[in-house]
């Protein structure tokens, strides 16, 4: 009796040393479906790995943004992984700010990631300083039956003078139905990432050759022009404050007639679990003007370990976990393989379960392989990225113009008092920052 009490009682401390010596990582997550469905899948995860513990901090895009910078920065260490984007991912690896994900196992396959999402993700020395969970381009989602009631047919590649005839013509004030839904939220990746792409196919640029801001000249009042008009004529009220998640929710609700925003979003507004309108969407490519650009971005949600952290094995062995072929099969199983997280791997779209589950697939892959990062403009520029400029100054001048650009769209100053404040500021820091004289 003594002994099996001896047993017992040492069976429990070894469980209890086992407890307290599990590795607790802290992750920091935008609010987004996909992570949120990862977050409620991470048993999964700790349940084969019980020495491992995870903790999640979820915030809004722009303050996880504001968050996880100002942590690396000043090496605060408060997260021991990091959901962070396309845009920082180069700029920060240069700073030496994440760690190479050297061990990420053997099966990981990392030769399956989409090249060009991967490429995004590579430093100088040829390493993957982040693992993409999901990747995206942008492009037109539409009501099939409001297109059809306004007589029109929507063009798989569709010109912006299509889109507004469309816009307009599908808005129905009476019946709550709004002819377009597009972000106007201020901040670089909220609607600054809708117009800098939307203004590549209308031919401007942020900056020339020379590092010139550009938001004096006649293609940045085209754009802006167009998309104040088209929101005051076919968009919903409170525009302004309207980002990807709040268009997401309007336009599963069957308030708006087309939405152009992340493909991630393809998975949400055709689940009927969700959507009123699932059975109701169809697809095009986002929308261009004949110049030769369309309006589309590029993107990824990635997960980072930060430099100096304490917890590595632990951190590549969750990141492994997250973004591999396991963790699409475990989504496939639970939720359907229309909400695996897409836009990372080539296996997925090569996957015929997939391709017949995701109406969305091929218009997805094909927004994704029309990206241009590297040439994303109609004329040259001196930088790289398709809605963001790769350098450190754009986080803030982004936001201090995608404000401007939202107070223009709430009616709070003109477009051309707008675009004349955003050329100020921008010259004001590019010249402190020694790209111009």
Do not use: H
Request: proline share 5%.
């Amino acid at each position: 009796m003594k002994l099996k009490t001896f047993l017992l009682g040492a069976c429990s401390a070894l469980a209890l040393a086992g407890m307290a010596s599990a590795e607790t990582l802290t992750i920091a997550t935008v609010n987004n479906g996909d992570m949120i469905r990862m977050q409620g899948l991470t048993s999964e995860f700790t349940a084969k790995n019980p020495d491992i513990q995870v903790e999640w901090v979820t915030l809004e895009e722009n303050v996880l943004r504001e968050r996880v910078t100002t942590d690396i920065a000043t090496k605060g260490g408060q997260y021991d992984i990091m959901t962070i984007g396309t845009y920082e991912v180069p700029i920060w690896a240069k700073q030496g700010w994440l760690l190479p994900l050297d061990n990420l196992g053997a099966d990981y396959d990392v030769d399956d990631l989409l090249p060009a999402i991967r490429s995004g993700l590579t430093g100088d020395d040829s390493k993957l300083y982040a693992a993409p969970f999901y990747g995206e381009s942008s492009m037109v989602m539409y009501r099939r039956d409001l297109m059809e009631k306004a007589g029109l047919t929507m063009p798989d590649a569709p010109t912006w003078e299509f889109i507004g005839e469309a816009a307009r013509k599908m808005t129905d004030r009476e019946a709550g139905i709004n002819g377009i839904c597009l972000r106007g939220k201020a901040g670089w990746g909220e609607n600054m990432a809708f117009l800098t792409a939307t203004s590549n196919a209308f031919g401007a640029r942020w900056f020339d050759e020379n590092w010139k801001p550009q938001f004096d000249q006649p293609e940045w009042k085209n754009t802006l022009d167009m998309y104040v008009k088209l929101m005051n004529d076919a968009g919903p009220q409170g525009a302004s404050s309207n980002g990807f998640n709040e268009n997401l929710a309007l336009f599963q609700q069957g308030k708006c007639g087309m939405w152009i925003d992340a493909t991630v979003a393809a998975s949400f507004v055709t689940n009927p679990k969700d959507s009123t309108v699932a059975d109701k969407v169809g697809f095009a490519l986002a929308p261009d003007t004949g110049l030769g650009k369309r309006g589309n971005w590029l993107w990824a949600w990635n997960l980072a370990i930060p430099a100096g952290s304490q917890k590595t094995a632990s951190a590549e062995k969750f990141i492994a976990w997250a973004t591999g072929k396991e963790y699409a099969n475990l989504v496939a199983s639970k939720e359907g393989w229309a909400n695996v997280p897409p836009g990372t791997r080539t296996s997925l779209y090569e996957n015929a379960e997939y391709q017949k589950a995701a109406p969305f697939a091929k218009m997805t892959l094909d927004s994704i392989n029309a990206a241009d990062p590297k040439n994303p403009t109609v004329k040259p520029v001196p930088y790289v990225g398709v809605q963001f400029v790769a350098i450190p100054e754009f986080q803030g001048l982004g936001t201090t113009v995608g404000q401007l650009f939202s107070a223009a769209l709430a009616g709070q100053m003109s477009v051309d008092d707008a675009l004349a404040q955003a050329q100020q500021v921008t010259e004001r820091e590019m010249t402190r920052g020694g790209y111009i004289k």
